[in-house]
């Protein structure tokens, strides 16, 4: 029987199939919080490097009266522990992003997802607007810095400054709109909070 043999022609694994270089050396966290069926799930997807590891279950008649569908009746599948998604933005450096369960029985896993995270984004989903304000409290009571992303399923009914009036954002949280299921979209709002990270970087840099 002939011996295989590998072809040193024949292309290699694609990007996002490779492992983590042996050259990383610094890692990043980053959770996404945010309301039930808010898109948490759907933005680490859209922006992982790898096949994302997630925790989604279907929901079951066990939910009713306890997960509340409201303004998300199409959702079939929840988030029971969080997502994990990664980007490796050079030879060292490697992004690892956590997804958080956005219904308020699973809030318990925040605090432990918090644990060495450098920022959050808190995506917002309009149809669901008071979600937002226990993930908002929480990274405010940790001291954690945050962006704010209105998660745009539909086109939206109200403006960037109303939705910053009724979440009583601080002036200086950068407010953006996305689209989580594109990765551009998504990217985007990861960029923003790394800008905003070196921005409060350099204010508490003496100069």
């Known amino acids: ?8 022609t024949a292309p ?18 980053i959770v996404i919080v945010g309301g039930f069926g808010a898109g948490k ?3 680490v997807g859209s922006v992982s490097e790898i096949r994302p590891l997630s925790t989604e279950e279907v929901m079951t008649q066990a939910s009713v009266g306890i ?10 599948t929840t988030t029971v522990a969080f997502d994990f998604g990664r980007i490796s933005l050079d030879d060292e450096m490697v992004l690892y992003l956590f997804g958080a369960p ?16 450098l920022g959050a984004v808190v995506l917002v989903d309009t149809r669901r607007l008071a ?4 993930a908002i409290d929480r990274l ?54 790394v800008r905003h990270l070196h921005s409060l970087s350099s ?3 003496p100069s």
């Open 131 to 134: 979600d937002s304000w226990y």
């Open 203 to 205: 204010e508490e840099t």
């Open 140 to 193: 405010e009571h940790h001291g954690l810095p945050f962006v704010v992303a209105r998660n745009n399923f539909d086109p939206p009914e109200h403006s960037l400054d109303q939705i910053r009036e009724a979440l009583s954002l601080n002036p200086d949280v950068p407010l953006l709109d996305c689209d989580a299921r594109q990765r551009e979209s998504s990217r985007d709002v990861l960029i923003a909070l």
């Open 102 to 117: 956005g219904q308020e029985r699973f809030w318990f896993l925040w605090d432990r997802l918090f644990s060495g995270t």
């Open 67 to 76: 997960d509340d569908p409201s303004g998300v009746s199409t959702k079939s």
């Open 41 to 43: 799930t759907t933005m």
């Open 12 to 29: 290699g694994p694609s990007p996002a199939a490779r492992p983590l270089r042996d050259t990383a050396s610094d890692g990043l966290k």
């Open 1 to 8: 029987m002939a011996s295989r043999t590998s072809d040193p």
